[in-house]
């Protein structure tokens, strides 16, 4: 039975609007490229549609796509950047796709442990997500530090992310159980899921998508 002192939020984790690179299929993680176009046009459309919820904070990776993307679909929302979102560090795979890459002994190998072991020259799986927990923990932080100056009133708002592909798969898998590769979005989407935390542990539960 979880905590009944734990608090009870909405999270909205959105994927940045495509870059050039994206569009391309490239390895995109350190290279701090901003939307093309496409992308940006992409986020408008799904904005006009009512796509993404409304937030009451917003927390946001420090790269160009996510900030780009933050002022197209929150522009009334001061983001808070969390550092320890950025993408991961692919290495060597950096800025090339898988045509690229083939015949590439290290790619081949990279493939055949289904992505478990470290990208060459770049970051592991658990180091990258370790990282991203980091980072959802200092969102946390900010919450607790919201809520105390109101007097200790549990919070019931919605938390928006928008962050990398990679840091949406990293946090669902370890908060809201299964696969990392479960919670695999398309630019410009996301997910919606409610988030349970409390001193027990953090929950992430009817995780939905967008």
Same mark, same amino acid.
């Given at each position: 039975?979880?905590?009944?002192?734990?608090?009870?939020?909405t999270i909205v984790m959105i994927r940045h609007g495509a870059a050039k690179s994206n569009l391309e299929h490239r390895y995109l993680g350190k290279t701090d490229e901003g939307l093309c176009e496409k992308g940006r046009e992409e986020l408008l459309q799904y904005q006009r549609e009512q796509y993404y919820p409304p937030v009451d904070h917003? $927390?946001?990776?420090?790269?160009?796509?996510c900030i780009q993307t933050? +002022?197209?679909?929150?522009?009334?929302?001061?983001?808070?950047?969390? +550092? +320890?979102?950025?993408?991961?560090d692919f290495g060597a795979f950096e800025g090339k796709n898988y045509r690229e890459?083939?015949?590439?002994?290290?790619?081949?190998?990279?493939?055949?442990?289904g992505g478990t072991c470290p990208f060459p020259e770049g970051e592991s799986r658990e180091a990258f997500i370790l990282r991203c927990e980091k980072g959802f923990q200092r969102m946390l932080d900010?919450?607790?530090?919201? +809520?105390?100056?109101?007097k200790g009133d549990k919070l019931q708002e919605t938390l928006g992310m928008i962050v990398h592909g990679g840091t949406i798969m990293a946090l669902l898998s370890r908060y809201?159980?299964?696969?990392? $590769?479960?919670?695999q979005a398309a630019n410009a989407r996301g997910y919606l899921c409610t988030g349970f935390c409390s001193e027990d542990g953090i929950y992430l539960t009817d995780i939905e998508r967008l």
């Open positions: 039975m979880r905590n009944r002192s734990e608090n009870k939020i917003l $927390f946001v990776s420090p790269m160009k796509r933050a +002022e197209i679909l929150y522009p009334n929302r001061q983001p808070v950047l969390v +550092e +320890e979102w950025t993408e991961m890459l083939s015949g590439d002994t290290r790619y081949q190998a990279w493939i055949d442990c900010c919450i607790r530090e919201t +809520e105390r100056r109101q809201g159980g299964g696969d990392y $590769f479960d919670y």
